[in-house]
């Protein structure tokens, strides 16, 4: 059985194969309830993210877990990924805002666990494990999420610098000035060259790197003067944006990068410490020489999240459907890289099925061992969903 909801998932977690059948929460898509006393909303897993968000509005609150796919995931599918987004980088990740779960079992029983309130420490934290188990635990069924008050202020601000290496370096102003920014996102010049190809921007008149950052709350004034400082030290031109111009760049950001034509291509989403990331940057040029690919990335900054997009020409008589071994050597070699500076294989697209040779490089075998094992006692039989995440 497969778990399945909004299938916008990008590991192949959803996917079914064979006589496998797949199990929708498609029409699971209540809000059950809102309670602006508790701080909570109790949601069925196939409601869309934005819906939930467009719902909550009338109540001056938010849910903040914003995957860039927020207008087309579910609920249910973020709650098994423990979705990230842009917004991590002062809210947290899905499990900050998931306090209780019903489960449906391997065996077709319910439970119900976490807590309405927000602490909680009776038994084992079985919520926390079900977050980001990509179905192979059980069936989301209902969820009791936390929500926060719509921030009374947001600004847009950009940093451009002169290169991918001082923008990294900017990015260390930012997390040692007092402010914590909602959202951090920076761009290489690589990435804005392609923004600027595929949607007709010219931001690379304005700089060989970018930093796009969200500020909101209380005092944002004061924020903003805070930031821009810290930032122009780093050597950045620091512009607060208009709102029509942050609407735009913060879609651009969403939907702006394009995919080269005659390439192959593979999209990672490694995650280092943030103090390491400058290191990841600096990786890719002996990447490209080493195995004729090209490397650029965009990064949620703020949390340490890489998404690398590395492209190979086809060139002619290439197969499009078959990428050389190179393009996949060079994936690898990248995610050694991550690992070796402290991170992980996948931020928050989750393991599925494509990236489980990747992840048996960062889990050990006593881990995995672990891992099978609560497998086995939820799942004896391994009824959901196999050959997926680990
Ligand atoms: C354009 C684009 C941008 C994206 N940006 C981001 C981003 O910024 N951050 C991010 O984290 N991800 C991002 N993603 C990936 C994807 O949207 C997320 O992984 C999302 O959480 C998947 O939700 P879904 O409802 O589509 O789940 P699906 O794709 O249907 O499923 C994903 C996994 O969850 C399991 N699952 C789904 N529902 C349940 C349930 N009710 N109970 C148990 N298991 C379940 C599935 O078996 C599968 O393993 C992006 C994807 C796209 C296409």
Redesign the pocket.
Known sequence: M?????????SG??TAAGSQLVVS?ERLNRIIEVSPLDGVAVVE?GVINAELNSHLEPYGLFYAPD???FE???I??????N????RCAKYGVTRESVLALDVVLADGSLISVGHRSIKGVTGLDLTSLFVGS??VL????GATLRLHPIPVARKTLTAFFDSTAEGAEGLAAITLSPVRPAAVEFFDTPSLANIDEHSGTALRQRGAALILIEIDGYGIDEQAADLSSALALAGARVTTETEAEAIRFWELRRHGRGLPHGHWFIGEDIAVPKSQLLKVYEAFPSLEERFGVEVSAVSHAGDGNLHPLLTQEIGSGGDPAHPPASLRDAATELVRIALALGGTVTG???V?TIKRDWAALELSSRSLQAQRAIKASLDPNQLL?PG?AF
């Open positions: 497969v778990p399945r909801g909004a299938g916008s998932g990008l977690g959803a929460t897993p995957p860039a796919s087309i995931s579910s249910g599918g973020n709650i098994a990924t979705a990230g987004g842009l990509e179905g059980g069936i989301v069924v928050e697209h989750g599925g969903n997926k």
